[in-house]
């Protein structure tokens, strides 16, 4: 009698950097993310500069995004589809008061990796995937000092996202590797983290190299 084949293991939920708001000293920032890089799997950094100039946030990309394109790791940038498509990011992720995906679609082409914010709601997620986007972003699940928040989902959105549809879940938020657990657990396909790595004890390769770490064990 023919063996039943495996069943193949589900995804392992992978890490997406964000870099600070602000980023000071350009090259020492260059410095901590080919650290970050070296310290294990990233699937994506997104260059989140908020409020800076357009120039600021060109010369930020030109600097980074040879250092993550190299290691096969995708560069989505927050806000601004123009810019994404003039500096030739990867991507770009949309709040709900940007650029809607399927205009950033027409803009950026078929390739373009597109992200939407959610915050707690699964109607707007359905929407964002409706209108041709890659993956849904929700939260903040934590609190969080990188932004001001007023969504704080409960983590089961998470499953509950995971279990009913197919464009995968980005959680966001206030994620430490001391809380990131739960929502892995809970079905994130994506923890998108930033002062929890940039701002770890240990320096930002430790951080990567501990969140990998809880992802195979908790994946």
Known sequence: MAKTPPVPAA?????????????????????????????????????????????????????????????????????????????????VHLGQGDMDAAQARRLLGADA????????????????????????????????????TTHRPDPELLSIWQETMTVPSVAIGGITVDNAPVLISAGADFLAVSAGVWGHADGPAAAVRAFNALFAEVG
Request: with cysteine.
């Open 113 to 148: 990796m597109i992200g939407v914010t959610c915050h707690d709601s699964r109607h707007l997620a359905m929407e964002a995937s409706e209108a041709g986007a890659d993956y849904v972003a929700f939260g903040a699940f934590f609190d969080t000092a990188t932004k001001d």
């Open 11 to 91: 995804p392992l939920c992978r890490l997406y950097l964000i870099t600070p708001p602000a980023i000071a000293d350009l090259e020492a920032f260059a410095g901590l993310l080919e650290d970050a890089l070296d310290g294990g799997d990233v699937a994506a950094i997104q260059i989140r500069l908020k409020p800076a100039p357009d120039d600021v946030i060109a010369e930020a990309v030109r600097r980074l995004m040879p250092l993550a394109q190299s290691r096969d790791v995708a560069v989505i940038l927050n806000d601004r589809p123009d810019l994404a498509l003039s500096l030739g990011c990867d991507g």
